[in-house]
Structures are given as C-alpha cells and as structure tokens.
C-alpha cells in the first residue's frame, strides 16, 4: 500500500492506492481524515496520474476522472459507488434515485450508509447525493466542503 498528501484549493487531500489502483481519498480537513499507518509506504510516484487529474478537475479542466480504481468495501457498497459514478459533474441525485439505479427501491437508508462509506470521495462523487428536498446531506468533509465541490461543479442545491 503506498500513500501521498497533496494540496488542493479546500485543503490537504490524503490518497492510498495499491498495485490495482487508488483505494482511498479524503480530505485532511474533513471529520474524518485518512489516517496512515506504517504499512503504507510514501510514494508520489504512484500518484502522478491521480495528481494531475485533480489539478485539472480543481481548475475546471477536468469533469470526468480516468482512474483505476480499487476501493474495498461489501457487494453492496461496490453497486452503490458504481451508481455513484454515474452522476455527472454539475448534476445532484437523491439516495432514492440511487436504491432505483440499484434495482432495490426499498434500500434507501443502506445507500445512505454505503454512500457515506465511500474510501474514495470526490473521484466517486458522494458529495453529489443531496436530499429529496434538495438540500445538502452529511458529507465526511462536512457540509461546507459539500457546498463548495457542488459550487465549483455549478451544482443546484438549497441549503
């Protein structure tokens, strides 16, 4: 497992990957950051791609992110971030939306917790479910970060 810190304009991003692909995102900031151990080894050579392309989404540049990715989570929460990169850039869906994309209509509040398991946020783009309402929901880099990545995607929500 390798690991690298590299800055954005809303703070320090922490990323993992392994030989597969990149296994988490989280920004340093947020309530709950990446916390590295000493089985990851620092690397920023296996970051460059994931590096370059952040630039390139933070300077809007980029709407589509072209990585390999290797989350690790259930069966379930593997469809519920499949659903979620399906969302494009500038678009906002409800967990509803998502338990429909899913074929489980009923499943709502697992998609919520599956939603909010996300290792690899803003490239699996959690932070474009908001509610039915149309207002923001939780978000593990906190609603502010919300607001501001659904502002720079020029997103409709209500807060």
């Not at 690298?4 to 993992?16: K, N």
């Not at 916390?35 to 933070?58: G, T």
């Not at 069966?75 to 509803?96: C, E, M, N, R």
């Not at 659904?150 to 409709?156: G, R, S, T």
């Amino acid at each position: 497992m390798y690991f690298t810190i590299t800055p954005s304009p809303y703070g320090d991003i922490a990323l993992t990957a392994n030989d597969q692909g990149l296994t988490a995102l989280a920004f340093q900031d947020g309530a709950l950051p990446l916390i590295i151990d000493e089985s990851y080894i620092k690397s920023s050579s296996h970051f460059i791609n994931v590096i370059q392309q952040l630039a390139e989404y933070f300077s809007g540049h980029r709407t589509v992110f072209e990585l390999s990715l290797a989350p690790q989570g259930t069966p379930f929460q593997q469809k519920v971030w499949q659903a979620l990169l399906t969302i494009k850039q500038g678009d906002t869906k409800s967990y509803l939306w998502i338990a429909k994309k899913i074929n489980n209509e009923k499943a709502v509040r697992a998609v919520g917790a599956a939603n909010g398991k996300n290792p690899i946020a803003l490239i699996i783009p959690c932070h474009r479910v908001i509610g039915a309402n149309g207002k923001l929901t939780g978000y593990a880099g906190g609603l502010a970060l919300k607001a501001k990545l659904l502002m720079h995607e020029k997103a409709q929500f209500s807060v």
